[in-house]
């Protein structure tokens, strides 16, 4: 059974730095795009970054400059290099990585970056 994890989240201040990881397992399909977003209380779900299987990258103009996204193909894994936090980055951050011709979603970790 294919499983998206995600790990990472937590409390933090504002300026510090947090690393969000997701790993997929249970399959043996090829993994492309992968990518992070997120969701505050009230709003929708919006793309932070994403990179793909060519390790070209994308991040959202809130981000830029201050997080970083990687993989690690042989982990199967995705990260996310959240520095310089600020309070307005608090929300729960999702992991998206297609698996083959499938989109598979993590649960989600909350991040909260407090003033």
């Known amino acids: 059974q294919v499983q998206v994890m995600e790990s990472g989240g937590g409390l933090v201040q504002a300026g510090g730095s947090l690393r969000l990881s997701c790993a997929a397992s249970g399959t043996s399909l090829s993994i492309n795009d992968m990518g992070w977003y997120r969701q505050a209380p009230g709003k929708q779900r919006e793309l932070v970054a994403f990179i793909t299987s060519g390790v070209m990258t994308n991040y959202a103009d809130s981000v830029k400059g201050r997080f970083t996204i990687s993989r690690d193909n042989a982990k199967k894994t995705v990260y996310l290099q959240m520095n310089s936090l600020k309070p307005e980055d608090t929300s729960v951050y999702y992991c998206?990585?297609?698996?083959?011709?499938?989109?598979?979603w993590g649960q989600g970790t909350q991040v909260t970056v407090s003033s």
């Open positions: 998206r990585i297609m698996i083959g011709p499938y989109v598979v």
